[in-house]
């Protein structure tokens, strides 16, 4: 790690902040783009939670699954529909989004619409692609490679910050533990704060069984709830997670998928568990 113990630094997201100091917020939505409607819908109840718990939050979904288990795995609608609504989306909403992106040539497409540029697990080494979306100028999250040390993180930061761009989150995902299968150390959340960026713990994904059906990727949704609050205990900046009316029939990710109508218990019990871990020296 280049910098050691860094003081918390406050990344500003639309019209709010966020850092490891202060209460948690969320990057949810669903996986891919599925239709339009179904982004709505799942914005719609998600804005309605978060403004109950006063909690900030960003609309997640993604253009492009661009690296499925299959070349016949679900992918999206191409990045054109897609962005045009997320937009729209965005705009009806009022809140601010993010999504993937997987070539140095999609960056400056996709900031004209989204607030946050994520560079994929897979591709968190991707010199170009990390420096293309950081000239954008937008938010970027870097996923941390399930085959990457915490500490190794630190290069990825600092190819975004040559481009002079220092709003930047840092996603823990999982780390591959044999064939198949992820594991979440939780010391890794302690050891890229000490980058003093926000750290994220992405609770779905995390819970993914990579290939585990063959031809698509299996995942264990009972444990993402258990995850997460093991992160909000640690003191995080934020949760993402994956949510969908039905996620048995989602099109992609939807064994690691939460239930919609499950995602209120679990932020309410992550909501009080963060007020705990960071009721001293919290700003106000």
Known sequence: MREVNAPPRDVVISSFKVSNRRPLFYLAGTCSFESEALLER????????FKRHKADWVLKCSFDKANRSSGDSYRGQG???????????KKDLGVPMITDIHEAAQADTVA????????????????????AAG????????????????????????KVESTGNTSILLTERGTSFGYGNLVVDMRSLEVMKRTGYPVVLDATHACQLPGALGHATGGQREFVPALARAAAAVGVAGIFLETHPNPDKAKS??????KLSEVPAMVK????????AKQAGRPR
């Open 42 to 49: 799942v914005g719609t109840a998600l804005k309605a939670l």
């Open 79 to 89: 990045i054109t529909k897609a962005l045009e609504a997320f937009a729209r989306v």
């Open 112 to 131: 004209m619409v989204c607030d946050i540029l994520q560079i994929p697990a897979f591709l968190c080494r991707q010199t170009d692609l990390l420096m």
């Open 135 to 158: 000239r954008t100028g937008r938010v970027i999250n870097i996923k941390k490679g399930q085959f990457l040390s915490p500490w190794d993180i630190g290069n990825a930061v600092a």
């Open 253 to 258: 990710d939807g064994p690691n998928s939460i």
């Open 269 to 276: 019990t992550l909501s009080d568990i963060d007020r705990i």
